[in-house]
Every structure is written in structure tokens, then in C-alpha cells.
């Protein structure tokens, strides 16, 4: 028995075209989940229809028309990305106390002025002593860049922090965060479908570090970046520039695009270019092997050295609100 070769195409075609709007409509059908502004049985009755909607294209798909049914739903998708691109971010939220105020900074000349860098006093996760404060800088003793990882599970996956040090004994960090309303749970899933807005945080490092392993008991290490004084100077501009274009023009968080790691990648790139994309820019975790890889990291050490060197977990929960905080966690780093 023959098969018409017209027929297997057909089918071919069929089968493709079903797992591309099988496909789409997953992800139409996550997006309503996570945005229609319904309380929860009334969004769930919203993703049923969808869903309804969807099989109604792939049965005329594969019982009428392939192009009837390939038309129907590019209508429906089409009609959803409309509903899905006017979804626009806002400052105007009520927002956790953690993340209430954004950081902004004027510069006048080597004089930066940061406003809203946050210096709470943490308890626990859920009991702070909250200091908004405002503090100066002189770029003209800018003298080190430091990147910090900090693991609460998988090796692979690290949240990035980035310190700067002057020569008169100030550290300031900067820490891209979502900023979560009140009463919201961070979730990888949800940081792709606009779940949560975009904030770029200077702060004290016994806040934005401290937290971190003397609280919320993750394993957290510090790697000297070797970079010149001209680029250094420009990545904490960058960062000021960027905070303040988010007070005027807020942005989404997203998991992949738009986050801890590929915003300063963005920055380095804009400042001095040719850096390779790297699936390490996503897995945060081995970024400091990206980083060594392009001669970033102190010379003279392999990886494992300047990871077990740079683990600070125990001398930050030594340290703890001590004054000399920013000294006592770098005590061994190589490049300190």
C-alpha cells in the first residue's frame, strides 16, 4: 500500500503547526495566569476559555483547514499580545519596605551623591531596623570593584552583587532587585511575565552582603576585579545613570533579559564592548569563570583558589554589624 506524499506532508505540516500554538498557548495561558486582574476562580475560568479556544483552532486545524485553523489562532494570539504589550510598569505600587525607595545620584564633576542608599539593620528576613540615607562619594578616590555571588541552593544559580571601595575606607553596593509589592513571593516563572518591576539598590554591604549569609543562610563569596581606573570609574556611573533612568522610565524584571547579571553586562558592554555572550551570564553561578576567562579576576591564582579564598559566609556571620564589616569579610582575598 502506497502513502500519497501529499497526504505525509499535510500531516507533517499539521503536526509541526499544532506543537507551535500548543507551544504559544502555554505561554499565553501562563501570562493570563499571571496578569489578568481577576482574583484567582475568576482567573482560572479566564485560562479554561483560552484553553477551550485553543483546541477549537487545533480541531479546525486537523479536521477542516490547516490555514483556517492557523488563522483563527494567529487572530486570537494577536488579540493576546495587545492585551500583553500594554501591560506598562509603574513606580506607583505599594511596595515592600525593603524595596519602598529606588536610589538615585547627581554628579557634579568627581563629587556623587547617592540618595536612598539603604542601611537596615536586619533581625530576619521579616524584622528590620529601616535606614534610608544619603551619602557622598568622591570618584577621584575610587580604588577597587569587588563581584560577589551569593548561592541560596543550586551552584548554578547565584544572585550578583557589585562593590565599589574608595581609599578613604567607604563601600558602597549595588544590587539589582525586583522590586516586590506587598504581599508578593519571588518566583523564577513569574519574573517572565512582568510579574515584578526593576530597581537598581546602592546600600551599605552589611545590608546588601550581610543579609545574605548572616540571615537568610546562604553561601556567599567576594572576587577582587581587576580593572583599570578609567572603566571602573565609568561602571559606577553607569550604575547612577541607570538608577536614575529607572526612576523616569520604569522597567519589567525578567528572569532571563532583564536581571542581576545581564544589566551589567549591558553597562560593560556599552563601556568597552566586545564582551562574548556566554550561557554563564544566565547560569550566575559560574560567572566568575566568565569573568577569569577574560582576565578579570586577580592574577597569579587559579578558580578554586579565589573561590575558597573569596568565601566570606563565616566572616560576614562574624563580623555581623561590626564597623569594620567591609574589612573583616575580605580578610585573604587575593587582590585585597
Same mark, same amino acid.
Given at each position: 500500500? %502506497? ?15 499544532? $506543537? ?25 475560568? *479566564? ?20 490555514? +483556517? *485553523? ?16 500594554? &501591560? ?16 538615585? *545620584? ?43 555571588? %551569593? ?9 550578583? $552583587?557589585? %562593590? ?30 512582568? +510579574? ?38 565609568? $561602571? ?26 545581564? $544589566? ?10 566586545? &564582551? ?20 578579570? &579576576? ?6 578554586? +583558589? ?11 556571620? +562574624? ?18
Amino acid at each position: 500500500m %502506497s502513502i500519497n506524499p501529499r497526504s505525509m506532508l499535510t500531516i507533517s505540516l499539521q503536526v509541526v503547526l499544532s $506543537l507551535l500554538i500548543l507551544f504559544a498557548s502555554t505561554w499565553a495561558g501562563l501570562a493570563l495566569y499571571y496578569q489578568l486582574p481577576l482574583d484567582m476562580p475568576w482567573r482560572v475560568v *479566564g485560562i479554561l476559555l483560552w484553553a477551550g479556544l485553543c483546541l477549537f483552532t487545533l480541531v479546525r486545524l486537523w479536521r477542516r483547514s490547516i490555514w +483556517q *485553523g492557523l488563522l483563527i489562532y494567529l487572530v486570537l494570539h494577536g488579540a493576546l499580545l495587545v492585551w500583553w504589550n500594554n &501591560l506598562i510598569p509603574s513606580n506607583n505600587h505599594q511596595w515592600e519596605e525593603d524595596v519602598a525607595q529606588m536610589t538615585s *545620584g547627581s554628579i557634579e564633576g568627581d563629587q556623587v551623591t547617592l540618595f536612598n542608599v539603604r542601611n537596615f539593620d536586619w533581625h530576619s528576613e521579616t524584622e528590620y531596623t529601616p535606614r534610608w540615607e544619603t551619602r557622598e562619594y568622591d570618584l577621584s578616590k575610587l580604588t577597587s570593584v569587588d563581584m560577589l555571588t %551569593s548561592h541560596w541552593g543550586m551552584d548554578a544559580i547565584a544572585h550578583v $552583587l557589585v %562593590s565599589f571601595g574608595f581609599d578613604d575606607g567607604q563601600f558602597v553596593t549595588f544590587s539589582v532587585e525586583i522590586r516586590k509589592k506587598k504581599g508578593q513571593q519571588f518566583s523564577e516563572t513569574a519574573g517572565f511575565f512582568k +510579574q515584578y518591576e526593576l530597581s537598581i539598590l546602592a546600600t551599605d554591604e552589611r545590608d546588601a552582603i550581610g543579609v545574605r549569609p548572616n540571615v537568610r543562610g546562604e553561601d556567599t563569596f567576594l572576587y577582587r576585579i581587576d580593572m583599570p581606573a578609567d572603566i571602573r570609574k565609568k $561602571l559606577f556611573l553607569s550604575y547612577i545613570e541607570q538608577a536614575n533612568q529607572l526612576i523616569e522610565q520604569p522597567r519589567f524584571y525578567n528572569t532571563v533579559t532583564a536581571n542581576c547579571t545581564t $544589566l551589567v553586562f549591558g553597562m560593560m558592554q556599552h563601556i568597552s564592548g566586545g &564582551l562574548p555572550l556566554d550561557a554563564r551570564l544566565l547560569l550566575t553561578g559560574y560567572l566568575p569563570s566568565y569573568v577569569q576567562e577574560l582576565n578579570g &579576576l586577580t592574577d597569579g591564582f587559579d578558580l578554586a +583558589q579565589l573561590r575558597s579564598a573569596g568565601r566570606i559566609t563565616e566572616r560576614s556571620k +562574624q563580623a555581623g554589624q561590626s564597623s569594620n564589616y567591609s574589612k573583616i569579610i575580605r580578610q585573604g582575598v587575593p587582590g585585597w
